[in-house]
C-alpha cells in the first residue's frame, strides 16, 4: 500500500498543467473513498445486494 505523501506525489504528477483547486480536491476525495471502501471490503463490512434491496423494499 502506497503512503499518503506517494499517493498525493503521483496524483500532483497526473494532473494536468491547467488543474485548478477543486480538481485537486476532487480527486483526493475520490481516493480517499476509494481506500475507505477497499478498508471495509478487507474487514468484511459489507453488504450483499440481495440485503440491499430486500432493506429498500421494507421501506417501502
Not at 6 to 14: F, H, R, Y
Not at 15 to 35: C, F, G, N
Not at 49 to 57: N, P, S
Amino acid at each position: 500500500m502506497l503512503t499518503v505523501k506517494i499517493a498525493v506525489q503521483e496524483l500532483a504528477d497526473g494532473l494536468p498543467e491547467d488543474a485548478t483547486w477543486s480538481e485537486v480536491l476532487y480527486r483526493i476525495v475520490i481516493r480517499q473513498k476509494i481506500e475507505e471502501g477497499l478498508e471495509d471490503i478487507r474487514a468484511g463490512r459489507v453488504v450483499s445486494h440481495e440485503e440491499v434491496f430486500r432493506e429498500l423494499e421494507e421501506d417501502d
